[in-house]
């Protein structure tokens, strides 16, 4: 079945540095890939979404390039601040009717001044 | 505008005792619906979808039930509350299925002692 790994459970950082964030996945279709953003008490909301293969997609300041070869779509972010403190889910849609997404295990961002 | 409204906001229940929680869609007709469990801190796990009234597929087996009685309206309930379904419980809505995006509403927290 489809798949989703997140290697980091924790990142820390300090406001004003790069970050990235791994996301691989494994799939029989064609993958369509999402990163999801979770504060603190609140509903997750949708920060990007692709399903091209090798184009970068922005909001907000991040960013992330599907790269079918590699399965991979991190998310990337050249500056963080104290606001980008959350919870980050990677999803993997299986692009049927059903609306099933397989979500990765998510990865805690906390930045500090 | 859409609004999706959860109830109760928390629960505190004993186990065994039995579960109702509600969901309400309004500014879109004939959503594609969903129940999310989530434990604290941990991933997202898709557990009921529904792509119309009176139709619900389970996707995982957690002693839960779902209904959709109305095309605006999602149930999610059980009979006996285990310690395990402690967790907080997201309802969700999408156009259609596929790749579209899925929208949570604000949760319901729900501790079994």
């Known amino acids: 079945g489809d798949s989703v790994t997140q290697t980091e459970g924790l990142v820390t950082l300090t406001k004003g540095l790069p970050v990235m964030l791994n996301c691989t996945y494994q799939?029989?279709?064609?993958?369509?890939l999402f990163w999801y953003v979770q504060h603190l008490n609140e509903a997750p909301k949708l920060l990007l979404k692709?399903?091209?293969?090798?184009k970068r997609t922005e909001h907000q300041g991040f960013y992330a390039t599907l790269h079918k070869s590699s399965s991979s779509f991190h998310l990337q972010k050249s500056s963080v601040q104290l606001s980008d403190s959350a919870l980050y889910f990677c999803?993997?849609?299986?692009?049927?009717?059903?609306?099933?997404?397989?979500f990765g295990d998510g990865t805690v961002l906390t930045v500090k001044p | 505008a859409q609004t999706i409204h959860q109830w109760p906001v928390a629960e505190i229940k004993a186990v065994g005792s039995p579960l109702s929680l509600g969901c309400t869609i309004k500014?879109?007709?004939?959503?594609?619906l969903y129940w999310y469990w989530q434990a604290t801190g941990g991933t997202l796990q898709q557990l009921f979808y529904?792509?119309?009234?009176?139709?619900v597929e389970s996707v995982v087996q957690l002693n839960l039930s779902a209904s959709r009685p109305k095309d605006d309206q999602f149930i999610l309930s059980t009979e006996k509350l285990l310690l395990s379904h402690s967790g907080f419980y997201l309802c969700?809505?999408?156009?259609?299925?596929?790749?579209?995006?899925?929208?949570f509403g604000p949760g319901t927290r729900l501790t079994v002692l």
């Open positions: 969700a809505w999408s156009l259609d299925g596929g790749a579209d995006e899925q929208y």
């Open positions: 799939t029989t279709y064609s993958p369509f």
């Open positions: 692709s399903s091209t293969d090798n």
């Open positions: 999803a993997l849609s299986d692009q049927t009717n059903t609306g099933k997404l397989t």
């Open positions: 500014g879109k007709s004939s959503p594609n």
């Open positions: 529904s792509i119309t009234v009176g139709q």
